[in-house]
Structures are given as structure tokens and as C-alpha cells.
């Protein structure tokens, strides 16, 4: 009973967090524009919080950079349990344009674990809002990592 | 009271970017502040040694997502100059349309971004709605919302169709309307005057000395514009003005950043008046005879900075950005001395900041063995024989 309450609540309010490992502001201000009235992303509960430990999914954009490694891998471990992380943009999936940058790792997934990923470059406003609808089908379906 | 060292960043609720700014407070007065960057450097620079010139542009429009196509403008203008191409009219005109466009995005994007800093949502809802219809204008010309992908080296890469040139100056009315009621919102709202009248402030000549560049400095009463004082592209062509204000403050940013949205829709019904017709590109060889050249333009935020040099490979042997923010970090600095410590965002969300396109760092070897080095008056001998061997200097 209770674990449906909790459940039922996470899914109805996904607090996220926006990390920016060293993205071209590209993919920001999609996200921005996601939760802007036109598509209006807070509909689904959707709140963009400062702190990580408010947050439930963490939103990664760009390519991991060498300087950002170490704090993404500290952000991400100070955001409570459980915890989702998406990934926007074509960069923050593989490296993207940047693909043998000396100050580029290459994708967040080398990094945490990730449990969506929006590609583009940037994605529309849709296809983010588009992903954290996925983002929340996965959960509920007991998708919980 | 014993002074506090305050960190703010990399990742914080005020900052949008990561950067980490050391703040040294007196109660909750700013004493010092110390900038430390470079964590989202990813080292375009060297990398686009090891790609052509046709690959560039796709990774110089990706040095910064909001004013993406004035880096490829400066990109292409430097690589048209060392080949010695003339781009036809009709191109150079689709330019600078796409430019004035970017600029309206900007500061739409910046007024809302202002707003939230402040504490005032609602007119971040409001700007953003509008900057929709900028965004739906730039994917109807180009057929991207961000990295437009406009360019190619001679030339643009789409026509401006007839539908589309009605489209265009359609929103332009509505966004004239729009401004007009941001305008009375930014001189008279309560919310906005109380954060910014008398914040930040940046006297002209402290911000001559740091060289800020851009909407910063032009709030301060310094008349700088690239457009007007080097016109590239087709500003030649049209008139406008270049705005300024006297109060040196936040406010006066906000107030420039508004009346420049009425003089870039002066110029984009201007431009849509006189478009030429006639090519849209010249063909351009895949090579690059050596040579170097220098190309500025006016971003959004400032005067962006963009040097080639070239050894006659289809790759550059160097090229060197320097973008406006990082011009103005110098005059954040400045502007936080003396300031509250809940006035430190809004005051650095006031130039305008973007961190992705101005990361740098900075190795130090062999700090035994220092390389050569030059002194200021040295620098300055030798840039302005580097400008007159090329007539630049009158």
C-alpha cells in the first residue's frame, strides 16, 4: 500500500535537477523552452530545482569535461534515492561534435548510469518533453533501478 | 565581523553554468570576488585543426548554442577573405537577417533569464512565449530552432521565399507590439526597479579600462557597435542606431537590451525592403591558399573575435576565438565589489553570460623555464604594425 503511495507520488512529481557538463547552452535553453506555456512541461509535475538533493531525475547536457567528471559523479551521488537520469542533447550520449576534444571525456554514460537518452543536437522542446514522458512511463511500469 | 569565503559553483541554484565564483564577504557586503573558469572547456580550438573547413563550421556553430551563428558568420567571413571570395548581395543580406534574428532570440532569452533572477517569474513565461515566435521565424528560414546550419563558406545554403519574407515581417509586428509592452513593463514595474536601479554599477571609464564590450558597456554611455563602426555583412546598407544609456547600472542593461529589439526590427524591415536578388553562393575551393585573416562581429552580448590562419591544407594551421563574456568577466568583477550578496546573481546574469563559449585554461609547464615574453607596450607596437601592413590604420 505504501510502496504505491510513493509510487503514485514520484511519478506525479519529478523534480529535476540540470547539470551542465560542458554543453554549448544549446540544449539549456530547449529544456527551458520545454517548460515554457507553449508545451508546458510542469503539467506532468515537472519542477526544476536548484539543489540535488531535491531532485529525482538529473538532467545531463553536453559532453562530460574533464574538469566536470569528478562533480558530476559527486552531484549525482548526493542526489537522494531513488534517482533517473536523462540525457540531453547528442553530446551527453556519445561525444557528439566534440569527439576527440583533449578536454572531452565523451558521454555521461561513461560516467553514472543513464536511463534515458534524447538525442539531437539540439533536441526540440517536444522530443525533451517527449523523453521525460518515456522517463516516467519506464518508472511506473517498475522500471526503478 | 570576521570576513567569510563564500564559493558559489560549479553547480549552484543561481548559476545556470558551471562556474565558480570565490566571493569574500564583510557581513553581507561582496569585498572580493575571485572567478575561477574552465570547467566547461572542451578545446574546440585544437580540435578544429584536425578537421576541414566544411566540418568547422558545424563545430564552431557548436562554441555556443545561443549566439551560435555569429561565430559561423565570423568563420566564414575569415575563410572567404583568405580565398579572396566576394559573396553575392542576396547572401550577405540572408545574413545579416539571420543575424538581426539571433539577436532578437537573445535578448528575449535574456530579459526572461533577467526576470527569473530576480525573483520574477512570470516575466520569464512571458518573454519566452514571444521568443517562440523568433524561434518558429528561424526554423521556417533555415530549418533549425538553434544551430542553424545557415552557412556554407561563399555563401548561405537556403533562399528566402516570398511567403516566407511575409511570415517574417508579420512577426515583426507582433514582436514591436510585444517589446513596446516590455518597454513600459522594464521602466516602470516595481519589481524590476527595486533589483536593479542603482546595481552593478559600471562607470565608463573603469569599464573602458577592463574593455567590456557589447550591451555592458553601451549601458554605461559608451557608444561601441561593430555594426556601425566596422559594418560587415550588409549593415552597411541599412540605418539604425546604436543605443545607449547613462545610468551604468543593472537597470540601464535591461533598458539597452529592450530598445535594441526595436532597432533590430528597424533593420530586418529594412532588410526584407531591399533584399536583392541574384545567387545565394559562390563556389569555394576545398583548399585554403596560406594566409591569415581577422574578422569581428557584434554578437548578442559583444564584439566576437575570431583570427585564421591558414597553410594552404583543406584544415587551419590556428584559429583563435575570443567572445564577448569573456571580455566582460573583467568588469563582473568590478560591478560585485561593494554589492549585496543577494545582488550577485542578477548582476552577473546582466552581462549576459556565457560561460560555454569563453572556457578556457590555461597550463603551465615548466614554470622553471618561462617562454618568451612581451610586455604591454611591446603587444601594442606590434598590433599596430600588424594593422597597418594590412591599411586597417587610416
Known amino acids: 500500500m505504501l510502496n504505491r503511495l510513493v509510487k503514485w507520488a514520484r511519478i506525479k512529481s519529478p523534480w529535476i535537477l540540470h547539470m551542465n557538463c560542458g554543453s554549448c547552452n544549446?540544449?539549456?535553453?530547449?529544456?527551458?523552452?520545454?517548460?515554457?506555456?507553449?508545451l508546458d512541461a510542469e503539467r506532468f509535475g515537472v519542477l526544476l530545482k536548484g539543489s540535488p538533493r531535491q531532485a529525482d531525475v538529473m538532467?545531463?547536457?553536453?559532453?562530460?569535461?574533464?574538469?566536470?567528471?569528478?562533480?558530476?559523479?559527486?552531484?549525482?551521488?548526493q542526489m537522494p534515492d531513488p534517482k533517473f537520469v536523462v540525457v540531453v542533447g547528442?553530446?551527453?550520449?556519445?561525444?557528439?561534435?566534440?569527439?576527440?576534444a583533449y578536454g572531452v571525456e565523451g558521454g555521461v554514460d561513461k560516467i553514472i548510469p543513464v536511463d534515458a537518452y534524447i538525442p539531437g543536437c539540439p533536441p526540440r522542446p517536444e522530443a525533451i518533453a517527449d523523453g521525460l514522458i518515456k522517463l516516467l512511463a519506464k518508472i511506473e511500469k517498475g522500471g526503478s533501478p | 565581523m570576521p570576513r567569510v569565503r563564500l564559493p558559489i559553483g560549479p553547480q549552484h541554484p543561481a548559476l545556470k553554468e558551471p562556474e565558480n565564483f570565490m566571493i569574500t564577504l564583510d557581513g553581507e557586503q561582496v569585498v572580493d570576488v575571485d572567478i575561477r573558469i574552465g570547467y566547461t572547456h572542451r578545446g574546440i580550438e585544437k580540435l578544429?585543426?584536425?578537421?576541414?573547413?566544411?566540418?568547422?563550421?558545424?563545430?564552431?556553430?557548436?562554441?555556443?548554442?545561443?549566439?551560435?551563428?555569429?561565430?559561423?558568420?565570423?568563420?566564414?567571413?575569415?575563410?572567404?577573405?583568405?580565398l579572396g571570395l566576394t559573396i553575392p548581395p542576396r547572401a550577405s543580406y540572408l545574413r545579416t537577417l539571420v543575424l538581426e534574428l539571433e539577436r532578437l532570440h537573445s535578448h528575449f532569452l535574456w530579459l526572461g533569464v533577467a526576470g527569473h533572477e530576480i525573483g520574477f517569474d512570470t516575466l520569464f513565461m512571458y518573454t519566452w512565449e514571444d521568443r517562440e515566435v523568433v524561434q518558429d521565424l528561424l526554423e521556417d528560414i533555415s530549418g533549425n530552432r538553434v544551430n542553424y546550419a545557415y552557412n556554407t563558406i561563399g555563401g548561405v545554403r537556403r533562399d528566402l521565399g516570398e511567403e516566407q519574407k511575409k511570415r517574417v515581417l508579420d512577426g515583426m509586428d507582433y514582436l514591436e507590439k510585444r517589446a513596446t509592452f516590455y518597454k513600459e513593463v522594464a521602466v516602470n514595474e516595481k519589481t524590476i526597479l527595486s533589483r536593479a536601479e542603482g546595481v552593478g554599477i559600471l562607470k565608463p571609464e573603469v569599464?573602458?579600462?577592463?574593455?567590456?564590450?557589447?550591451?555592458?558597456i553601451r549601458a554605461s554611455g559608451v557608444a561601441v557597435d561593430i555594426r556601425k563602426e566596422d559594418p560587415y555583412a550588409s549593415y552597411g546598407d541599412v540605418s539604425f542606431d546604436v543605443i545607449t544609456t547613462d545610468s551604468c547600472d543593472v537597470l540601464g542593461r535591461v533598458v539597452v537590451r529592450v530598445l535594441e529589439i526595436f532597432e533590430c526590427i528597424k533593420i530586418i524591415r529594412q532588410l526584407?525592403?531591399?533584399?536583392?536578388?541574384?545567387?545565394?553562393?559562390?563556389?569555394?575551393?576545398?583548399k585554403v591558399p596560406e594566409g591569415e585573416a581577422m574578422s569581428h562581429t557584434e554578437a548578442p552580448r559583444g564584439e566576437d573575435f575570431h583570427y585564421l590562419h591558414a597553410n594552404g591544407t583543406d584544415k587551419p594551421d590556428r584559429y583563435k576565438v575570443r567572445t564577448p563574456t569573456m571580455a566582460n568577466l573583467p568588469a563582473v568583477v568590478e560591478m560585485l565589489k561593494g554589492t549585496f550578496l543577494a545582488d550577485v546573481p542578477i548582476i552577473v546574469a546582466a552581462i549576459d553570460p556565457c560561460m560555454g563559449c569563453m572556457d578556457r585554461v590555461l597550463l603551465l609547464k615548466d614554470e622553471e623555464k618561462p617562454g618568451e615574453r612581451i610586455s604591454w607596450d611591446q603587444l601594442r607596437v606590434y598590433a599596430n604594425t600588424w594593422y597597418a601592413n594590412r591599411g586597417w590604420l587610416g
Open chain 1, 26 to 38: 544549446g540544449c539549456d535553453i530547449e529544456i527551458l523552452a520545454a517548460l515554457i506555456p507553449r
Open chain 1, 59 to 77: 538532467i545531463c547536457t553536453g559532453p562530460v569535461t574533464k574538469q566536470m567528471t569528478e562533480r558530476l559523479r559527486r552531484v549525482y551521488d
Open chain 1, 90 to 100: 547528442q553530446c551527453g550520449c556519445s561525444g557528439g561534435i566534440y569527439t576527440g
Open chain 2, 48 to 82: 578544429m585543426e584536425s578537421r576541414t573547413y566544411i566540418q568547422n563550421l558545424y563545430l564552431v556553430e557548436r562554441i555556443c548554442g545561443i549566439c551560435s551563428y555569429a561565430h559561423v558568420v565570423n568563420f566564414s567571413q575569415n575563410v572567404e577573405e583568405v
Open chain 2, 207 to 216: 569599464g573602458k579600462r577592463l574593455a567590456a564590450v557589447g550591451p555592458t
Open chain 2, 272 to 286: 526584407m525592403e531591399k533584399l536583392p536578388a541574384g545567387d545565394l553562393v559562390v563556389k569555394a575551393p576545398r
